[in-house]
């Protein structure tokens, strides 16, 4: 499985960080199943935002990449994102890049203009089966510039000109740098071969992008090259996509720190992968109080069925697998983690009624909670662990208590009594309780362990 990684000369967004999240996921989904992954996710480390990025700030931009690099893994370390099985870099890979280039021109599918080479759209009669956009629609598009050498205006660069003050590379064709496009094509085939089994991205990287990447390989292999295609749908910041360009960005590493890993990792997995989502402050604060509402409710259940009571019995092996077996299904039809997710919800509210039935239940609850918890941490990599608090004997009334609580330090706060709304504030902390103040008041709260642990 392929990933097409970022471009390293900034902190990501979490528009990209749905993405890489998402793949996450699958990856962890494709584990549970029984497959065993090979996952590469690469690192774009050179291209001209790099380059002009660098010549701001000073440095070389294997420097700036570098840097970025390892933000990349803070940032992904602290969501949770496992390790990819292998991460290869474009610059490491330049000589399969030129062996790659030199091919496509002996199938005369590419073609050299002074220092530059240019693959040639017309000579693969399958360009855009995965897209269905031709290549006319490069000509129109605005980040393709008319380039007078080009043979074809739908012709794409696989290799640019030493410009100055740039770094390059020596080729066939003279010092110079790949393209964008080449690069995947170059670095899927050195680490996983001619063919994969999925390849993966945004949904922006569908056009050219992919459709580049398959006519470069298809071209000069004649294998098929990914068997599967999947894309990330846009997380939107007032419904527009995120991004840098526009300037509407929001980095992992500060949403990180304002509302929590784990919070983050729910409110995106409650969309379907392909679908767009929108952020706002609101869903991800109503993420992190669900999540510690279903935490309090496994703890709740746990310490309503007694451990004593039978483990093994029919009734409690059968709860124990529908959880499997829905979750399981739910993946499995369309990577539905939304659906996955309501179904461990649903019976999570199942096993709460049997805790409230007239009569003790003969049998116990608990490997139905253990196995929602364990299949949201190794897939979903949500950690329902009970929270550090004890359950309350008082059972129910504690979330009401914690309600008084946040309405007497809002009285409290309306009469200017500072030091009573805060001696409230750190007694909760105390205790393991975070108050999420907003504007207009508190609005939720989070047991403290949720917050930094992945
Ligand atoms: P880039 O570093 O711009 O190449 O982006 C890295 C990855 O993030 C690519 O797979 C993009 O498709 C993806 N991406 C960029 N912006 C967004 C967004 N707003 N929502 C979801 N994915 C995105
Ligand atoms: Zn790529």
Redesign the pocket.
Known sequence: MY??????YGL??I??A???LIWDVFRRFLQQLGFEVQFVQNF?DIDDKIIARAHTEGVTPRELAEKYTQEYFTDMDALGVQRATEYPRATDTVPQMIEHIKGLIDKNLAYAVGGDVYFRVAGFSEYGKLSGRGGEDNEAGARVEVDLRKHDPADFALWKAAKQDEPFWESPWGPGRPGWHIECSAMVRRILGDTIDIHA?????KFPHHENEIAQSEGLTGKPFARVWMH?????MGSE????SLGNIRTAREVIATFGAQPLRYFMLQTLYRSDLDFTEEAIRGAASGLAKWRENLARIEAASHAEREKDAPEAEVLEKSVTQGFEEALCQDFNTASALAHLHSMTNNLRRLTQEPQPLAYSLRPAVTRIRELAQTVLGLDLSPPAVEVSPLGDHSTALLEILIEARAAAKAQKNWSLADTIRDRLTGIQIRLIDQKDGTTAWEPINDVNQT
Do not use: A, E, I, Y
Request: glycine share 18%; hydrophobic share 30%.
């Open positions: 990933v097409c990684g970022p471009t390293v990501l967004h528009g990209n749905r993405t890489f774009t991205g945004g949904k922006d990287l990330t749908g846009f997380l939107n996509k995120m991004s840098k």
